[in-house]
């Protein structure tokens, strides 16, 4: 099993930026991929970045040139820094990671006032 916890969400003016961590823990030497996902009031939830244990990314198109995923493997450690925020980015960010199965962290409140 992996347990996910993240923290940074919060409250941010538009234009603003936030960073996002997520610690895992337990059996991270099955981990093989990390990232985000938000869900927005109303919406679906949907992928914002992966990052593989190897460095390799993909970004939702929506976030792209304004969000970067980085991950310190020695750590379990993902992080997720938003510049350029927009009220649209408003939504629960849930830290995800995959190794036998997707495990999700209980999710950290992002709200981009305008």
């Known amino acids: 099993q992996v347990q996910l916890m993240e923290s940074g969400g919060g409250l941010v003016l538009a234009g603003g930026s936030l960073i996002l961590s997520c610690a895992a823990s337990?059996?991270?030497?099955?981990?093989?991929?990390m990232g985000w996902f938000r869900q927005a009031p109303g919406k679906q939830r949907e992928l914002v970045a992966l990052v593989t244990s190897g460095g390799i990314t993909n970004y939702a198109d929506s976030v792209k040139g304004r969000f970067t995923i980085s991950r310190d493997n020695a750590k379990n450690m993902v992080y997720l820094q938003m510049n350029s925020l927009k009220p649209e980015d408003t939504a629960v960010y849930y830290c995800?990671?995959?190794?036998?199965?997707?495990?999700w962290g209980q999710g950290t409140q992002v709200t981009v006032s305008s």
């Open positions: 995800i990671a995959d190794g036998l199965k997707r495990y």
């Open positions: 337990g059996s991270t030497f099955s981990i093989v991929r």
